[in-house]
């Protein structure tokens, strides 16, 4: 499964367990119907998101425009909690540890499945510890560089970093963050050489960038938006399966240097893994409801973000293919993180 997965935004399928009720005994039956109790009058308190990343940035955003609007349709406040650090193993490690009674929920971005391969020992298991419920948006990644390269697309770009092997440095938003491993894949892809510097984050990157301290950089489209539009960082090419509705002239590197390649910053929700099956189809069900929205849907286009949509199962089915793949690239750069 791609990066980028088609849109799924209908009603999820409902999956029902037929038991007989002669094979439970009385307290077999009681411990089945008191986690159904608790489903039927969810949520009764507010639910708190804990987005593990800081206020203000492109997972924060999206994150605040899907609570708002799945809070309108629950009926009962969603609270961001911001849980920043160590590539988002903060936040997830708290909601690993967190009551599975659907009232902590993981925002996660597809740094959770990098981590497994970039740190040796992690407080959480993304396979155990988490159910999916549900992959929300993607942030497409682009390829930019700073106006004064003598480039004008992506072929001569190319053609640019190959007359000078090691001679370009690219910017990312950190060691073993995806605008690394996205840029590192690409680089490879082409048999291309470059210096790679590491910031804190994409907000200092971007200004070097600006500032031709380093030549190009894969970052999110909506990190990088405002210097695109006022000229002060030209936009190459897209990393994502399709060309961005905000800039259709802009080709994709697959369609013109690389066949295949993509990349993109993926988001969704998780819950503790003993979270009832009926408050987790709940939350999927309100969370497709809330990426049909043309409001959300709208909010999300300003962004650069792109709304997708999925059952738990077809999450979980994509987690595993993101986990096996990052894993590949990581080791491939060498990168450990503690």
């Known amino acids: ?91 997830a490690t708290a909601v690993s540890r967190a009551p599975a009674d659907g009232y902590t929920v993981l925002y996660n971005t597809s740094s959770i499945t990098l981590s497994p391969a970039l740190y040796k020992s992690l407080s959480y298991d993304v396979r155990r510890d988490f159910a999916p419920v549900v992959l929300t948006a993607v942030v497409p990644l682009v390829l930019v560089v700073h106006p004064g390269l003598p480039v004008n697309d992506v072929r001569e770009f190319v053609a640019y970093v190959k007359a000078h092997p090691g001679k370009l440095s690219y910017a990312s938003a950190g060691n073993g963050n995806v605008t690394h491993l996205a840029a590192f894949q690409l680089l490879q892809g082409l048999g291309l050489e470059a210096t790679h510097v590491p910031y804190r984050g994409s907000a200092p990157a971007d200004v070097d960038l600006v500032a031709g301290q380093v030549q190009f950089m894969t970052d999110t489209i909506n990190s990088v938006l ?54 987790v189809k709940r939350l999927n069900a309100e969370a497709l409801k809330a990426l049909q929205s043309a409001e959300v849907r709208d909010k999300l286009a300003q962004q650069g973000a792109e709304p997708l949509g999925s059952t738990p199962e077809e999450y979980a089915a994509y987690l595993q293919k993101e986990l096996a793949r990052w894993t590949k690239v990581v080791k491939a750069t060498g990168v450990t993180l503690d």
């Open 1 to 91: 499964m791609p990066s980028q997965i088609p849109p799924s935004l209908g009603e999820p399928q409902t999956f029902l367990r037929r038991r007989s009720l002669l094979q439970l005994t009385i307290a077999g039956a009681g411990a089945v119907l008191l986690p159904t109790a608790r489903a039927q009058t969810y949520p009764a308190k507010p639910i708190t998101l804990v987005v593990p990343f800081p206020p203000g940035g492109p997972t924060d955003m999206v994150a605040r425009v899907l609570a708002q609007k799945m809070s309108e349709q629950m009926g009962q406040s969603i609270v961001i909690d911001n849980k920043p650090g160590a590539n988002g193993n903060i936040g």
């Open 226 to 279: 405002p210097f695109i539009k006022d000229k002060r960082l030209k936009l190459l090419a897209v990393a994502s399966p399709r060309r961005l509705a905000l800039f259709p002239q802009v080709p994709t590197i697959a369609e013109t240097v690389l066949p295949g390649f993509e990349a993109g910053a993926w988001q969704g929700m998780m819950v503790p893994a003993a979270t009832p099956p009926a408050i």
